[in-house]
């Protein structure tokens, strides 16, 4: 399963937290990169395409879905973080919130005013994820290849989960925009093949599937690296 970010957006240069704000798009260089998103995945036999409902998401994945002929699967559960009423306010404000300080060293135990909490974010992401990746595996194969496109602190949370790693961890966690990383289900446990690839073509990034009679699963390199859009 290949797990993109969003293209850079309007918030993103204006530095706010756009959370579910309605209408925000992608900027010049985010209509660059979802370009740019097409000749990087060139190689890949990509089965299906799901997206958050997200403006910006949706705009990313169009000249991906429009090369392809694929028609993007939207999915609720991948929406943006509902960051309640701190949606749409200034960073440079919330930063001075003691709930900020939360968010930071125990995201776990963080539930934003009158929306949800993170804990919950994560559950519904990756409940999301695993059901599409049986989805398709059920309807192209057990080596088909997904593309989720979603937001920074949601990509963080399902990569933090196929780690391992408890949600408090996941502030160590880099998603930029349009960057790529890769996860491989599998019947014992997930496998991150990378994370935040901002650059060049990806094909080799996709486990192959394993040899006839190794007796194994699918593997991939974990190459970890280490934040996102609530990250400090």
Sequence with gaps: MILLRHGRSTANTAGVLAGRTPGVELDERGREQADAVVDRLAALPIASIVTSPMTRCRQTVAPLAATRGLEPVVEDDLAEVDYGSWTGRPISELVSED?????????????????????????????????????????????????????????????????????????????????????????LRPFVARMNEQSGDVANLVPKPPEEGSGQDDRA??????????NA
């Design 221 to 230: 390199a974990s190459d970890a690296v280490v934040g996102g859009s609530t």
């Design 99 to 187: 709930l900020w300080k939360v968010v930071q060293a125990h995201p776990s135990a963080a539930e934003f005013p009158d929306g949800e909490s993170l804990a919950g974010m994560q559950a519904r992401s990756v409940a999301a994820v695993r059901r599409h990746v049986a989805r398709v595996r059920a309807e192209h194969g057990e080596h088909s290849i997904l593309l989720a496109c979603s937001h920074g602190d949601v990509i963080k949370s399902v990569l933090a989960d196929a780690l391992g790693c408890h949600l408090d961890t996941f502030q160590r966690i880099v998603v930029d925009t349009c960057s790529v990383s890769v996860v491989t289900y599998t019947s």
